[in-house]
């Protein structure tokens, strides 16, 4: 399940949710935002990050500024190599 979740203290309902229900999480923190007003990276106030990585996450942080084409295909590669290491494709070439 994809899921964006906003830079809000109330995202942790939505991250318990998925803990509670056993996912594990891949987080790519847009840092900064694509339509923030500032250019340079904020900290982790909240501690989601921290959070992520204590529950074994993959997490990366990636410019919202930045093409989108880059930060898609990183994702597209993790989810390709988690599903080929789980028997999950139909063929080698999807």
Not at 22 to 39: A, K, M, V
Not at 78 to 91: C, R, T, V
Request: glycine share 8%; with cysteine.
């Amino acid at each position: 399940m994809l899921c964006s979740m906003q830079y809000v203290a109330e995202v942790n309902k939505t991250v318990n949710f998925f803990v509670e229900n056993n996912y594990s999480f891949y987080t790519q923190w847009l840092n900064p935002g694509h339509n923030e007003t500032f250019d340079i990276a904020q900290a982790d106030y909240l501690g989601i990050i921290s959070r992520m990585l204590s529950l074994h996450s993959t997490v990366s942080i990636r410019s919202g500024k930045e093409p989108v084409k880059g930060r898609g295909m990183e994702i597209v590669d993790f989810l390709y190599g988690w599903a080929k290491s789980k028997g999950l494709l139909m063929s080698d070439m999807a």
